[in-house]
């Protein structure tokens, strides 16, 4: 979504607001804006497009200027254009402000402000939001109460940054379901949706609370509830380094990401899984330990990518803890009123652990008594703050907006969990020691797959013009094919859609013909025979296959068009390692048909809204 930057201090703002746009731009970018505070006039440059189109059009400014915020928008209301871009400013233009989130009661405020004779000259509910300030100013005549009545009458969400002509050496930000993080600097400081535009002024940050708003001076700060009363937020320190932010030599960072699997993914597992003898400590969980071990029922709620994470953990956690789970869409499960339990154990999958649907349902399971896991990469993310007990993915930051490598630490951290609970209900030394040395071998064989990510390339060549696609694995392969059609969907926009390979006789074989390229994941494991019956139907009607195989088979190189091999392993680790060659397909098709890989149209990083 959208992501929003403000800086306060004795350096030239713009500069820094512009940095942090760029770092941020992955979350959003439909259109950027900035608005500085000089000399008592607000300077305002904003357009649709990129960070990169706003820089042409900067209003050159020969007063220095130590205060600003700045914008990149993903729209949710109104379309991307340069009036309905960030910063916007109240009917007077003394006040500005960027959000990020959703007004839900703005036609309600947009009316209340006509009838003051007050006018908005966009489509957006941010406007109204300013412009309400604004009105409050009037009244009130103190800036800050004026934003705390207004943010008090505010149905939906907010990260929001505000500054003015009426106090330039006053920034105002404050948060309800969208993040905002205070980077403490020496006599500065920098507010921004993410981590990623601070960590160049400081390490040193607060994570700003639910209904929580900080009031920034060059003197200080401090911090208090919307409805004015005071917090003690606690100083924390940004874990990243600036490297893992950057390209580093990569086209793209997608293909950074995919190739940092090898690391990312033993992260996840170093200093929890011990390989000598296969017992699992997860430090997150051990609080909820109790609870864990007398869970009737776990359900895995997630969206998108981390969703079909959760199906892979559904048949781990079942397989090796014998623990019926339920995977439910964030978006359902919190609308249906499911029936959870206080014996229950929900866990919430994300990346960004900053998903609005995913926060809604973890909301809604902890109201209804249940224990609540996340398990998040985005350190001191909503999520992660708000369960009970949680797993980070230690898969460090990922910008690509198409999730890799944080898929594959989902896969490694629920895999672990699996364990963890199966040791808890009596899984065998023997087991629990075989899956550990199998799980210590695959960043080796990620790293042989990603050696060979010319082989892909090639086939990707071909398949580059194709209009649609099919996945097809069977078991734990299912959701594998899921996500190998998402990855597709997403950056090449090249229709594909992912099935369970039996269902294809239900209907989907019906689309083959010589134009379609069918990826069947076909590694030697329990089903192989059964995934080659599909290919033969495949074959049959013309279709053009493309099979993931398990190393040393030859048998499928005489039926497929194209093979991908991978090293075998045990087939619950399986996924891991066939996802990978997937990704790069998708890379590769995205990148031949030249599309902008790392930030795919209409698309958002982190979805804080519903
Ligand atoms: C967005 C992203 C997807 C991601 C999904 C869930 O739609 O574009 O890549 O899988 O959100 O995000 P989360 O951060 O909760 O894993």
């Given at each position: 979504m959208c992501g929003i930057v403000g800086y306060i201090g004795p350096q030239e703002a713009v500069p820094i607001l512009l940095t942090g746009l760029h770092r941020m731009e992955y979350r959003g970018y439909d259109s950027a804006g900035l608005c500085s505070v000089s000399n008592g006039q607000l300077i305002i440059s904003k357009r649709a497009g990129r960070v990169a189109d706003l820089e042409k059009v900067l209003e050159p400014n020969e007063h220095s200027v130590k205060l600003g915020i700045g914008h990149t928008r993903w729209a949710t209301h109104g379309l991307p254009n340069d009036v309905n871009a960030h910063p916007h400013t109240d009917a007077s233009g003394r006040i500005a402000l960027v959000h990020n989130g959703i007004i839900e009661n703005y036609l309600a405020i947009r009316k209340q402000l006509e009838n003051a004779g007050l006018q908005c000259k966009s489509d957006t509910d941010s406007e109204v939001l300013a412009v309400f300030i604004g009105m409050l100013y009037d009244k009130l005549g103190d800036l800050e109460l004026a934003v705390q009545t207004a943010l008090q009458e505010v149905d939906g969400t907010f990260g929001l940054v505000v500054v003015s002509t009426v106090d330039p050496d006053l920034l105002i930000a404050a948060r309800r379901g969208s993040p905002l993080i205070l980077g403490i600097g020496k006599d500065e400081y920098i507010v921004a949706s993410d981590a990623s535009a601070i960590i160049s002024h400081t390490r040193q940050v607060i994570y700003l609370a639910e209904n929580e708003m900080a009031v920034v001076r060059r003197s200080g700060y401090t911090t208090k509830t919307i409805a004015n009363v005071a917090t003690h937020s606690e100083i924390e320190e940004i874990a990243f380094e600036l490297s893992q932010i950057e390209r580093g030599g990569f086209a793209h960072f997608m293909l950074k990401e995919i190739h940092e699997?090898?690391?990312?993914?033993?992260?996840?597992?170093?200093?929890?899984?011990?390989?000598?003898?296969?017992?699992?400590?997860?430090?997150?969980?051990?609080?909820?330990?109790?609870?864990?071990?007398?869970?009737?029922?776990?359900?895995?709620?997630?969206?998108?990518?981390?969703?079909?994470?959760?199906?892979?953990?559904?048949?781990?956690?079942?397989?090796?803890?014998?623990?019926?789970?339920?995977?439910?869409?964030?978006?359902?499960?919190?609308?249906?009123?499911?029936?959870?339990?206080?014996?229950?154990?929900?866990?919430?999958?994300?990346?960004?652990?900053?998903?609005?649907?995913?926060?809604?349902?973890?909301?809604?399971?902890?109201?209804?008594?249940?224990?609540?896991?996340?398990?998040?990469?985005?350190?001191?993310?909503?999520?992660?703050?708000?369960?009970?007990?949680?797993?980070?993915?230690?898969?460090?930051?990922?910008?690509?907006?198409?999730?890799?490598?944080?898929?594959?630490?989902?896969?490694?951290?629920?895999?672990?969990?699996?364990?963890?609970?199966?040791?808890?209900?009596?899984?065998?030394?023997?087991?629990?020691?075989?899956?550990?040395?199998?799980?210590?071998?695959?960043?080796?064989?990620?790293?042989?797959?990603?050696?060979?990510?010319?082989?892909?390339?090639?086939?990707?060549?071909?398949?580059?013009?194709?209009?649609?696609?099919?996945?097809?694995?069977?078991?734990?392969?299912?959701?594998?094919?899921?996500?190998?059609?998402?990855?597709?969907?997403?950056?090449s926009y090249v229709h594909a859609e992912g099935y369970p390979a039996a269902e294809m006789k239900h209907g989907p074989i019906a689309l083959i013909d010589e134009n379609m390229p069918v990826v069947f994941i076909a590694t030697k494991e329990e089903l192989y025979d059964k995934v080659l019956s599909g290919i033969e139907e495949v074959r049959a009607r013309r279709g053009k296959v493309i099979a993931i195989a398990t190393e040393g088979d030859e048998h499928i190189k005489t039926v497929a068009d194209h093979v991908f091999t991978i090293p075998s392993t045990l087939s619950i680790l399986s996924p891991v390692l066939a996802s990978i060659p997937l990704q790069l397909l998708a890379y590769y098709v995205a990148v031949e048909r030249g599309c902008n890989v790392d930030m795919p149209r209409n698309l958002a990083k982190s979805v804080t809204v519903e």
């Amino acid at each position: 979504m959208c992501g929003i930057v403000g800086y306060i201090g004795p350096q030239e703002a713009v500069p820094i607001l512009l940095t942090g746009l760029h770092r941020m731009e992955y979350r959003g970018y439909d259109s950027a804006g900035l608005c500085s505070v000089s000399n008592g006039q607000l300077i305002i440059s904003k357009r649709a497009g990129r960070v990169a189109d706003l820089e042409k059009v900067l209003e050159p400014n020969e007063h220095s200027v130590k205060l600003g915020i700045g914008h990149t928008r993903w729209a949710t209301h109104g379309l991307p254009n340069d009036v309905n871009a960030h910063p916007h400013t109240d009917a007077s233009g003394r006040i500005a402000l960027v959000h990020n989130g959703i007004i839900e009661n703005y036609l309600a405020i947009r009316k209340q402000l006509e009838n003051a004779g007050l006018q908005c000259k966009s489509d957006t509910d941010s406007e109204v939001l300013a412009v309400f300030i604004g009105m409050l100013y009037d009244k009130l005549g103190d800036l800050e109460l004026a934003v705390q009545t207004a943010l008090q009458e505010v149905d939906g969400t907010f990260g929001l940054v505000v500054v003015s002509t009426v106090d330039p050496d006053l920034l105002i930000a404050a948060r309800r379901g969208s993040p905002l993080i205070l980077g403490i600097g020496k006599d500065e400081y920098i507010v921004a949706s993410d981590a990623s535009a601070i960590i160049s002024h400081t390490r040193q940050v607060i994570y700003l609370a639910e209904n929580e708003m900080a009031v920034v001076r060059r003197s200080g700060y401090t911090t208090k509830t919307i409805a004015n009363v005071a917090t003690h937020s606690e100083i924390e320190e940004i874990a990243f380094e600036l490297s893992q932010i950057e390209r580093g030599g990569f086209a793209h960072f997608m293909l950074k990401e995919i190739h940092e699997q090898p690391s990312t993914f033993h992260d996840g597992y170093r200093g929890r899984l011990n390989i000598e003898d296969g017992k699992v400590r997860l430090g997150g969980l051990s609080k909820m330990q109790d609870r864990i071990r007398e869970a009737k029922r776990i359900i895995i709620t997630a969206c998108g990518t981390s969703w079909h994470a959760a199906l892979v953990g559904e048949y781990l956690i079942e397989q090796l803890a014998r623990i019926p789970v339920e995977v439910e869409y964030a978006s359902e499960f919190r609308y249906r009123d499911p029936i959870v339990n206080p014996d229950d154990v929900v866990i919430a999958i994300s990346q960004s652990g900053e998903t609005a649907d995913t926060l809604a349902a973890v909301r809604e399971a902890r109201r209804k008594g249940a224990t609540v896991l996340g398990m998040v990469n985005v350190v001191g993310s909503t999520i992660a703050r708000e369960t009970d007990a949680g797993v980070y993915l230690h898969a460090g930051p990922e910008i690509g907006v198409a999730s890799t490598k944080a898929f594959t630490s989902q896969l490694c951290v629920l895999t672990q969990f699996a364990m963890y609970v199966g040791q808890m209900h009596g899984m065998s030394p023997e087991l629990s020691r075989t899956i550990a040395q199998h799980i210590d071998a695959l960043p080796g064989q990620i790293q042989e797959i990603l050696d060979r990510a010319d082989e892909m390339r090639t086939i990707a060549k071909q398949y580059a013009r194709s209009t649609n696609a099919l996945y097809l694995g069977r078991g734990v392969h299912f959701p594998v094919a899921l996500e190998g059609a998402l990855k597709l969907k997403e950056i090449s926009y090249v229709h594909a859609e992912g099935y369970p390979a039996a269902e294809m006789k239900h209907g989907p074989i019906a689309l083959i013909d010589e134009n379609m390229p069918v990826v069947f994941i076909a590694t030697k494991e329990e089903l192989y025979d059964k995934v080659l019956s599909g290919i033969e139907e495949v074959r049959a009607r013309r279709g053009k296959v493309i099979a993931i195989a398990t190393e040393g088979d030859e048998h499928i190189k005489t039926v497929a068009d194209h093979v991908f091999t991978i090293p075998s392993t045990l087939s619950i680790l399986s996924p891991v390692l066939a996802s990978i060659p997937l990704q790069l397909l998708a890379y590769y098709v995205a990148v031949e048909r030249g599309c902008n890989v790392d930030m795919p149209r209409n698309l958002a990083k982190s979805v804080t809204v519903e």
